[in-house]
Structure formats: C-alpha cells, structure tokens
C-alpha cells in the first residue's frame, strides 16, 4: 500500500495491485480494477516511484548463489 493525498489534503493508502490506470487531466486519477477512481495530489511521477520504491520492499532481491 502507498500513501496518496486527496485534493483536500486528506491523506488515505491505496492499495498498488489493484490500480489498472493513472492519467492527469491534469488532476491526476487512478482508476482501480473494480472501477472505483481517485482524484490526488500526487503527479503520475511520484506515484510510479512510489509504487516502484513499495515492491521493492515486498520483493527484496535474494542472494547471489554462493552468498
């Protein structure tokens, strides 16, 4: 889960493997699987990272062989 900011500066986690699109208009919204959307604070930038920086932490790499 990550932490996005709505546009009246509530702040809420949504979950990253339920997410199917981000598009700015120029909001950014994120659309869900299940069609719920969300309109944030965060550029689609900072969301990638976001999302980028969470499944590493759920996926570390594993050791080499012979580690």
């Known amino acids: 889960m990550i932490k996005v900011t709505r546009l009246n500066d509530k702040e809420f ?3 990253t493997d339920l997410i199917e699109t981000l598009e700015e208009t120029p909001d ?3 659309t869900l699987t299940g ?3 969300y309109v944030v604070k965060e550029s689609i930038a900072d969301l990638i990272g976001r999302i980028t920086d969470f499944r590493k932490k759920c996926h ?3 050791p080499e062989a012979g580690e």
């Open 28 to 30: 950014t919204v994120i």
């Open 13 to 15: 986690a949504i979950n």
């Open 35 to 37: 069609g719920n959307k």
């Open 60 to 62: 570390p790499l594993y």
